[in-house]
């Protein structure tokens, strides 16, 4: 076993051993064993992506933990959206070191260090502790809320806390195949939308739902809805099947109605299946050209003696970008936005950095003042299994 590979296997056997709220806490007491390093500091990105909060390690604890960095054009911002580290003098002869912590292309936040020496061995072997980082941080989730608790700018209301739950772990994830990153704002008083995302052996399950009405009535239909279609695609069901599931289980109930777009999406050939109930239509970035997918509309779930849900197609080509959107994207003072030309105009961009964008957009033209939910899920499509592995497109960073 090589040298790096002995220190990163002791790392995360500490990180095992040490109590779950304290992984910070074993990655700088291991850096500073090695390698004399100060001050270090993990920095969470919050629920929305655009402020950073600090959580020290024990003994370096600065003058403020508590207060939220702005994100937007920051030095953090440029390593987390270009996924590299960044070094700058410290000013008292040392190097500020910051490394993007991410997992799976979701970027939890920055390892922050100083350090006396930072050769490239010791620059590359702080990645390496990074990058372990994002996997303790994800492991210990499951046993503490210190680090949900880290993820939040504002007081939560109580159905934005329920809607939270329903929600994947991760807004990002990334495979060979695609990339795909969603946003939900606002983040403290939320009314009715989900997204979600799982990914078997041959197929990507996507959905995006918004859940009639605001407040804990919203939220409770949107988790009988979730664990409706889950249940479902759990058991093996396609679209078609989770659509009439969640049909059915929001009739069975009476909770009321809610729209949603459901998507299989065959890994091998990128055939997307999908059933559009009551919901916006999505947007496909194909050729430097952005277009309304053209679907047939169901009745939202929930409604009663609806006609049949009818399974659409779409062929994901690579290179295509496709835009899942709620109504609150669209509607009130979001209409003020062009959101084709803003997904033109990021098209360049990793989908995180895209959601973001067009989050903000929408922020900005409500004045931060949304009366609905605005909910957003991009997917990237690169290859599928049957190209030769070296001619598949590397995951974004």
Known sequence: ??????????????????????????VAHDLQKRFGAEAVSFLFVDLIGQRLVRLAAAGDEPADPGEPIDLQGSIYDGVLQSQRQHVEPDGQGGRRVITPVTNRGDCIGVLEVTLQCADDTVLRQVRDAAHALAYIIVTDGRFTDLYHLGRRTTETSLAAEIQHQLLPSAPCCEAAQFTLAAGLVPADDIGGDTYDYTLDRDTLHLSITDAMGHDTDSALLATLLVGALRRARRSGCDALKQADH???ALLSHSR???????????????LCEL??????????????????????VNLPFGVAAPAPYRLQELQLRPGDRLVLLTDGMQERGAAAVDL???VHDTRALHPREAVRALTAAVLDACHGNLK????????DWHSNRSQPAGTRPVPQR
């Open 275 to 296: 059933v559009n109930a009551g919901h916006p239509r999505p947007l496909l970035l194909r050729d430097n050209a952005v277009e309304e997918v053209e679907l047939a």
């Open 372 to 379: 609905d939910d605005a909910t957003v899920l991009i997917l």
């Open 340 to 342: 084709a030309s803003v």
């Open 1 to 26: 076993m090589k040298g790096g590979d002995l220190e990163l296997g002791e790392l995360l056997a500490a990180a095992e051993a040490a109590p779950p709220g304290e992984s910070v806490d074993v």
């Open 246 to 248: 969640a049909h059915q």
């Open 256 to 270: 009321g109605l809610a729209t949603g777009q459901l998507l299989c999406v065959d890994l091998e050939t990128g």
